[in-house]
């Protein structure tokens, strides 16, 4: 049975940092593709970062907004993804949601690519 559980969401003042983390069980990574969504009230959930194996090799996927703010990565030791965030501004404020799935090589923000979600965790950014 596959699960996904998110924390390290909380509230920041403008320009600091938090991370994220998405224990993943049931997954074996290197067939795994992963990623973080968010969605902000009265808006679309968008794609953040996605992680997945193409062959030997990791690739990652960003939405422009985050790109150098923003590292997603994963540790399938620890069976836990991340999402390290610096440089956090109020338009970061949102649910951030991790999500997977299984039997799946490269990285994509395509929500419609994963079938499996965790519950969500809250970022808030103040000014």
């Known amino acids: 049975q596959v699960q996904l559980v998110e924390s390290g969401g909380g509230s920041v003042q403008s320009g600091g940092s938090l991370r994220l983390s998405c224990a993943a069980s049931?997954?074996?990574?290197?067939?795994?593709?992963m990623g973080w969504f968010r969605q902000a009230p009265g808006q679309e959930r968008e794609g953040v970062a996605s992680?997945?194996?193409?062959?030997?090799?990791?690739?990652?996927r960003y939405v422009e907004s985050v790109k150098g703010r923003f590292t997603i990565s994963r540790d399938s030791a620890k069976s836990t993804l991340y999402l390290q965030m610096n440089s956090l501004n109020p338009e970061d404020t949102a649910t951030y949601y991790c999500?997977?799935?299984?039997?799946?090589?490269?990285?994509?923000?395509?929500?419609?690519?994963?079938?499996?979600w965790g519950q969500g965790t809250q970022v808030t950014v103040s000014p």
């Open positions: 049931g997954y074996i990574f290197s067939d795994t593709c």
């Open positions: 999500a997977a799935r299984r039997f799946c090589s490269g990285s994509t923000l395509d929500s419609g690519t994963y079938n499996d």
């Open positions: 992680i997945g194996s193409v062959g030997s090799e990791t690739s990652t």
